[in-house]
């Protein structure tokens, strides 16, 4: 553990951006193998929006690192923030108390007030305005939602007190693990059911990116199911009955233009439906 730590302490930029194209390689090509659904879809043509988000999120997340870093030595100089003030514990348990609470700070608490806060739910329409969520869908932000992520995620680290080794650590895992649950694979029913008891699998997330509500509010975690599973929020829906896209905002040509997402933020907000209030 401690060698991981290091690494992570360390990691070269080249590396990171090696598990972003290899992580996306990898659910890509099982796409292809094990679909989830049958688009009737240009792969290609579908992921160029997403990646384009993809790029200003690794951009933005650039630009801000060095609060980021400051941060995680701020606390590490002061012995600031919750993981710091247990008991001393084995570094093994120490890392994953670091990752498993930033995890809540930085994915699950950021996602649950997006979908609370009107002004923020417009702005992370973009995510859900997919009509073919699949791998490419993992990281499609708006720039003002990467603001706000990041935002939430140095919150996490003041208040857990995750020096930057666990950090590079925490972003990694939450990278492939946002791949993962978006990717457009089918499981064993049975092995995507024991999976979601730990972490978020695929057919878990799919539900929050059914179109109505209440599934659209509903498993906002990322690496851990744990967060939806304690707050209430969990919940299972049949994966065959999944359609993505929000029902407020149908319109396939704009939610696939990068031009219309970045205007999305900014369109009169729409009080979402539920499935109920679709069959009157």
Known sequence: MEAIIEYFETIPSTHRSLILVSGITFFWLLEGAVPLFKFDYRKWRHALPNFFFTFTTILINFGLAFILLQTSDWVAANDF??????????????????VLLLDFFGAYLAHYVEHQVKPLWMIHLVHHTDHEVDTTTANRHHPFESVIRFV??????????TPIGIIMLYQSLSL?????GHANIRLPRKIDKALSWVIVSPDMHKVHHHYVLPYTDSNYGNIFSI?????????ELDRETIVYGVDTF????ENGSIVGLLKQPFHKYRKPTTGKELDA
């Open 227 to 235: 967060w939806d599973r304690l707050f209430g929020t969990y919940m």
């Open 176 to 180: 492939v693990a946002t791949q993962f």
């Open 152 to 161: 939430f995620t140095t919150l996490g680290v003041l208040v857990v007190g």
């Open 250 to 253: 149908p319109n396939k040509e």
């Open 81 to 98: 923030g919750i993981i710091n003030w247990f008991p001393e514990m084995p570094l093994w348990a120490y890392v994953v108390m670091g």
